[in-house]
C-alpha cells in the first residue's frame, strides 16, 4: 500500500514533456518591448521560410554534417527576406541582442546570420520534431533546452535561439510558424516564464 501511495505521489509531481500552458499573449506590446529594450529575456525562434517544408521534410539528416547544405531543406529567397527584415526592426526597435546560437541545420544558422550577423551552433537546440515521450533522445533535448530557459542572458542583452518548430512545444506554446518566436524570462532561481508568442512580422513598435 505505502509502496502504491509513493507511485501516485511520484506520478502526480512529475511534469510531463509535453505539458500545455495558458494561450500565451501575441505580439509586441508597448510594456514588452520596454522590457525587451532592457535586457534579460531570452528568445526561442523557429528558422525562416523554407520551400514546401511539408514535402521535403525526408530531405533532412538526423545528424547534419556542418556546412553540408545540399541534402537539407534551406532557407527559400523569401525566407532570406524575411531574416533581413527581422533583423532590421530589431535594429529600429533598439532590441540589445548578446549570445545568438543556432541548430548546426543550415536554416537555422542561416537565419540567425540573416537577422543577426552572427552565430553560434549549439546541437543542445537541435529539435527533430519527435515525440519526447516515445523518443528518448529527444526528451533529452527538450530537457536540455529547458534548462537552458534558466540561464539569464549576459546583462542588459537578450539571448537569441534559432531552433525549430517544436520549440514552441516545448515551453507550451505550440508549434511556431517560420520566423515566429517565443520569449521566455529565467526567473533567477531556476525556473522560467512564457512571456510572450511572436510572428516575424509583429516585430514593430506598438
Known amino acids: 500500500m505505502r509502496r502504491f501511495a509513493f507511485i501516485v505521489l511520484v506520478c ?3 511534469i510531463p514533456l509535453a505539458a500545455k500552458a495558458e494561450k500565451p499573449p501575441q505580439g509586441i506590446t508597448a510594456p514588452l518591448l520596454a522590457r525587451l529594450q532592457q535586457g534579460g529575456l531570452l528568445i526561442f525562434f523557429r528558422h525562416g521560410l523554407t520551400p514546401n517544408y511539408k514535402d521535403a521534410i525526408d530531405r533532412d539528416p538526423d545528424d547534419p554534417l556542418p556546412g553540408n547544405c545540399s ?3 534551406n532557407l527559400s529567397a523569401e525566407g532570406i527576406e ?3 527584415k527581422m533583423g532590421e526592426s530589431f535594429r529600429e526597435l533598439e532590441i540589445p541582442i548578446g549570445i545568438v546560437r543556432a541548430s548546426p541545420m543550415c536554416r537555422s544558422y542561416d537565419s540567425a546570420w540573416y537577422a543577426f550577423g552572427r552565430y553560434e ?9 519527435t515525440n519526447p515521450e516515445k523518443d528518448p533522445p529527444e526528451a533529452k533535448i527538450w530537457k536540455n ?5 534558466k540561464i539569464p542572458p549576459l546583462p542588459m ?9 517544436t520549440v514552441g512545444e516545448v515551453f507550451g506554446a505550440g508549434y ?29 513598435k506598438p
Open 12 to 14: 502526480a509531481l512529475a
Open 176 to 204: 511556431l510558424q517560420e520566423g515566429e518566436a517565443v520569449i521566455i524570462e529565467p526567473d533567477g532561481k531556476g525556473g522560467w516564464s512564457l512571456v510572450a508568442r511572436v510572428t516575424s512580422e509583429e516585430w514593430r
Open 121 to 129: 551552433r549549439d546541437r543542445n537546440i537541435l529539435l527533430h520534431g
Open 157 to 165: 542583452t537578450n539571448s537569441i535561439f534559432m531552433s525549430h518548430g
Open 82 to 84: 524575411q531574416m533581413q
Open 145 to 149: 533546452i529547458r534548462n537552458i530557459a
Open 71 to 73: 541534402h537539407q531543406r
